[in-house]
């Protein structure tokens, strides 16, 4: 499985759980359309580095990309990978009812 794969599969997970799970739905619905973005890019921002981290400096895992300027690079590929996924996910998945109540819909 491709670095680029993994983190789409990352950023559908963090939109699926923004959307059903109780509590932190709610929370996220009652946020602006902006403040949820930033929300969403920022998690997403410091779970590629997380990985680069990871890789690069405390050895755990290879992902297959290398530790240099040319694996920044890649690394920012992955990043966008993962917001055009969590983002594809996230208009596609309904409101539950509890989300509906406080945005108004219900």
């Known amino acids: 499985m491709t670095p680029e794969i993994l983190a789409g599969i990352a950023g559908a997970i963090l939109s699926l759980a923004f959307s059903y799970i109780p509590k932190l739905n709610v929370w996220f619905a009652a946020l602006s359309d902006e403040t949820k973005k930033l929300i969403m890019a920022g ?3 410091l779970v590629a580095v997380g990985v680069y981290v990871g890789q690069c400096y ?3 895992w290879d992902y ?5 300027k ?8 992955i990043y966008i990978a993962a917001i055009v ?3 594809g ?3 596609i998945t309904p409101k539950t009812r509890s989300v509906k109540r406080v945005l108004g819909e219900y």
Not at 64 to 68: H, L, P, Q, S
Not at 70 to 77: E, M, P, R, S, T
């Open 43 to 45: 998690v997403l921002a």
């Open 58 to 60: 405390l050895g755990l």
């Open 64 to 68: 297959g990309f290398t530790c240099d």
């Open 70 to 77: 040319a694996g920044i690079f890649q690394l920012v590929g």
């Open 85 to 87: 996924a969590n983002q």
């Open 89 to 91: 996910v996230h208009r």
